[in-house]
């Protein structure tokens, strides 16, 4: 059974920073590309970054470049995103989303291409 868990969302300042992390099981997870995904309040899903299968491919969201920096501890098994310069309108439910094919490329920004992700966790960016 495919899981995966969200961790390490909480309320920030602006200019602040948070490290979200992704602990799965249930499948090989040095196998597939993973993404996280945001939803802002009031808003639909939103693509925010991706990682290869090895760690090696990243891209990102244009409004996260140089900001955020997604990662990936294949012996952990565990998914990471760090959130530096945090802004206001990144405010949202964070989630991490495993690509439903293997491979060592980026994978595709369409969320209907992803077979499982996770609960969430909450960011809010606030003074």
């Known amino acids: 059974q495919v899981q995966l868990v969200e961790s390490g969302g909480g309320l920030v300042q602006p200019g602040g920073s948070l490290r979200l992390s992704c602990e799965t099981s249930?499948?090989?997870?040095?196998?597939?590309?993973m993404s996280w995904v945001r939803r802002a309040p009031g808003k639909g899903h939103e693509w925010v970054s991706s990682?290869?299968?090895?760690?090696?491919?990243?891209d990102y969201i244009a409004s996260a470049k140089g900001r955020f920096t997604i990662s990936r501890d294949n012996a952990k098994n565990t998914l990471y995103l760090q959130m530096n310069n945090l802004k206001p309108e990144d405010t949202g439910v964070y989630y991490c989303?495993?690509?439903?094919?293997?491979?060592?490329?980026?994978?595709?920004?369409?969320?209907?291409?992803?077979?499982?992700w996770g609960k969430g966790t909450q960011v809010t960016v606030s003074s």
């Open positions: 989303y495993k690509y439903a094919r293997t491979g060592g490329y980026l994978p595709s920004k369409q969320l209907i291409e992803y077979d499982s």
């Open positions: 249930g499948f090989t997870f040095s196998d597939y590309p």
């Open positions: 990682i290869n299968s090895a760690g090696a491919r990243t």
